[in-house]
């Protein structure tokens, strides 16, 4: 005998109720155990999975607000950007060189 469930989503924290017809469209569907996130949840990880294929590689606006400072390179003297913001007294390599320096003997 089913019966309807209040579930609290695992994503969002939102309580949801998991519906009689629900239920047995899940059972339809061969899934036994109650979902953890609400439908809206589902749906998003769902559309996240399948446009990357690798959900631990999803981290919005990770790229974009990663800043770049402008440097000149202490060996070559090009001029490059670095992630973190340069020091006074402190050598900064370009991409090039810092991978010369640290390539291990
Ligand atoms: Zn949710
Ligand atoms: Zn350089």
């Known amino acids: 005998m ?3 469930k209040a579930v609290i989503c695992f994503d969002c924290g939102a309580g949801y109720t998991f519906s009689v017809e629900e ?3 899940f059972q339809a569907k061969g899934y036994n155990n109650t979902p953890k996130r609400c439908p809206a949840c589902r749906e998003t990880r769902k559309t996240r999975q399948l446009s990357s294929g690798n959900f631990r ?3 919005p606006g990770f790229r974009s607000e990663r800043k770049l400072f402008p440097a000149t390179c202490a060996q070559c003297n090009k001029v490059t950007q670095v992630p973190f913001e340069p020091r006074e007294g402190r050598a900064v390599y370009c ?11």
């Open 2 to 4: 089913m019966q309807e």
């Open 95 to 105: 991409r090039d060189c810092y991978n010369t320096i640290k390539t291990p003997r």
């Open 23 to 25: 239920q047995t469209d």
């Open 57 to 59: 590689s999803i981290q």
